[in-house]
């Protein structure tokens, strides 16, 4: 069976926190999982996995299906915006992406492979997509 791991992270959310508070950080967050529910297919699941990382499971899924999933919640989620009094937040995520191999056979290790992913699309410049094999 085919299965990947999509590991989202919101760019400059401290920015977020430190400049209209918690509140709207909290609805930045819950934006991101409104518009992935919109995105993702039936029997894809998204959770929180700490501050404003998430982490995507999508079963029967191979890297190019993984890839365009992705490259649909980054766009979908730079399209959007969360209204803060005035003002309009304009939100990006930064995206990587790992899919079961033979040198990647466990949770554990699509996990920590799609980790460093997505700190190499940061280290690229942030809103970006990076898939494991990529790098």
């Given at each position: 069976?085919?299965?990947?791991?999509?590991?989202?992270?919101?760019?400059?959310?401290?920015?977020?926190?430190?400049?209209?508070?918690?509140?709207?950080?909290?609805?930045?967050?819950?934006?991101?999982?409104?518009?992935?529910?919109?995105?993702?297919?039936?029997?894809?699941?998204?959770?929180?996995?700490?501050?404003?990382?998430?982490?995507?499971?999508?079963?029967?899924?191979?890297?190019?299906?993984?890839?365009?999933i992705a490259e649909r919640l980054r766009s979908s989620i730079e399209a959007s915006?969360?209204?803060?009094?005035?003002?309009?937040?304009?939100?990006?995520?930064?995206?990587?992406?790992?899919?079961?191999?033979?040198?990647?056979?466990?949770?554990?290790?699509?996990?920590?492979?799609?980790?460093?992913?997505?700190?190499?699309?940061?280290?690229?410049?942030?809103?970006?997509?990076?898939?494991?094999?990529?790098?």
């Amino acid at each position: 069976h085919s299965i990947s791991i999509i590991m989202l992270d919101a760019d400059h959310f401290k920015y977020v926190n430190d400049t209209w508070g918690h509140p709207i950080g909290d609805e930045v967050l819950k934006s991101i999982v409104k518009i992935a529910e919109g995105v993702l297919r039936p029997g894809d699941t998204i959770a929180r996995f700490g501050g404003e990382e998430f982490v995507v499971l999508l079963p029967k899924s191979n890297s190019a299906e993984t890839s365009a999933i992705a490259e649909r919640l980054r766009s979908s989620i730079e399209a959007s915006s969360v209204e803060a009094g005035d003002d309009e937040i304009k939100i990006t995520v930064s995206i990587g992406c790992a899919s079961l191999s033979q040198s990647r056979s466990t949770l554990k290790q699509l996990l920590v492979s799609a980790d460093r992913a997505l700190y190499q699309a940061k280290s690229r410049g942030r809103n970006c997509i990076v898939d494991i094999d990529d790098c």
